[in-house]
């Protein structure tokens, strides 16, 4: 991923930002205010290591990513859905490494799994437009 998509999210605070929307300001900022909604769950949910939740809220920030129009703008679009896919990357990280190694905790590997799953399914969706 190049710098300039990562500017629109920054992860330690967890939601995304509209900045340099090239064409519908108040379209993405609509969309973009549900999808931060779902995102901020995630991260709250992700603090207090409730990971299903954490993994079934970014999920949801995606299927709203789904609802854009991308001929509405594009850009907007695909910025959206590669800042939630990064935050699910990073959270899969997190249980990838909870789950591995000397202090592997068992009880992770399902909601590995279910990161994983999720993971590839928002891949092959934000290809298919
Ligand atoms: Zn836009």
Redesign the pocket.
């Known amino acids: 991923m190049s710098g300039k998509e990562n500017e629109y999210f920054n992860d330690k605070v967890g939601f995304i930002e ?1 900045v340099k ?5 108040s ?3 609509g969309h973009l205010k549900k999808i931060n909604k779902s995102v901020q769950l995630s991260r709250g949910n992700w603090i207090s290591k409730d990971y299903p939740k954490a993994i079934e809220e970014l999920k949801e920030a995606f299927d709203q990513t789904l609802k854009i129009n991308p001929s ?2 594009a ?3 695909v ?1 959206f859905r590669l800042s939630i896919i990064r935050s699910m990357e990073n959270l899969y990280e997190d249980l990838r490494q909870m789950s591995s190694g000397f202090f592997r905790a068992k009880r992770h590997q399902s909601s590995l799994k279910l990161a994983s799953e999720v993971l590839q399914e928002m891949r092959e969706r934000s290809q298919s437009r």
């Open positions: 509209l929307c090239p064409i519908s300001q379209y993405c900022a509405e703008c850009r907007c679009t910025v």
